[in-house]
């Protein structure tokens, strides 16, 4: 098949860019990545372009999106580290946005969050509202799109509740365990996304799966799935943090952080609208049930190694 119009998505060797860019191969077009991970593995071949993620070099961001028709945008960080702060994201995303409106891209398909809000005292959430914002002033056409949790292959959180469900005889949940997700399979928030990318409104939109579950009933649900026998105790958020801390040590990672705490126990991470998402997280562990939480996935090897 010929490419007929040029993408470029960040991170198409990671995550949710890897799905994103998958379905646009699948259609014929042409991908470009901007990525930390050039040497990472990946299923593309020599497919995909490459060009750094670089947000300090304007003249060579701004070369690496031209010529392209949309930009999908998946860079956030998880946590701050080291130099970069969530604030330091937030102004990363706006000098990406600036090159690319220089580049004449003519469209941004941004995945947000649910529940992002410019007056949320967590970091995470008001970065997200900020960055939105960035977006409807960028002069460019846009899709803001606001998954929920995101799983499937290659995910973080999904895979380590099942990876310490497969090691350790208890698990540890947060207080009461009744606050809920509403989890959406990374490969329906990339076909939605790569839909998004092919309109020409400016539009905004949850991204969820059709189950909504209680922390307590995820934990269950994937016991079940990957045949854990592990019992469940609820501990207070500093006592989880703590045992966190522990099993970063273990891992050499960083497993759960306060904000994260704040931002699950604030119900943040489910919403209101009809699901868009069609696949079950139920349907999806039961058919990845003999490789889901098989091996830790860390996210400072993925991003600070
Ligand atoms: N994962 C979830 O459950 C979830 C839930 C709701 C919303 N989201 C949002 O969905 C988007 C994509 O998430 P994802 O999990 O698919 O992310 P990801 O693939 O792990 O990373 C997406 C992009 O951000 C870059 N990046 C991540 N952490 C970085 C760091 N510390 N320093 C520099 N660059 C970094 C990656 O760089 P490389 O190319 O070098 O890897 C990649 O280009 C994000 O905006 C996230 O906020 C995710």
Redesign the pocket.
Known sequence: MEATELNVV?????????FITERLLAQGKAVR?????PE?EHPFGSQVGIAP?DFDNHYALVESLRGATTLYN?????FP?GQ?TFDTAVENTKKLLLAAAEAEVHRVVH????NPSAQSPLP?FRG?ALTEQAIINSGLSYAIL??????GPG???INNIAWLLRRFPVFVILGAGDYRVQPVL?GDLAEIAVAAGQREDNFTVDVVGPETFTFNELVHLIADCVGSYAGTIHLPPGVVLFLARLIGYMTGDVVLTRNEVAGLTANL?VSDSEPNGVVPLSQWLRDNAASVGIKYASELT???R
């Open positions: 960040t991170g198409a060797f990671s995550f949710s860019g890897r990545t901007l990525t930390g991970h990472r993620l998946t860079y956030w960080i998880r580290r970069i995945i947000s969050i649910t995470y997200k606001r998954p929920a949790l995101i799983f995910d973080v959180l990374v991470l993925r991003h600070y």
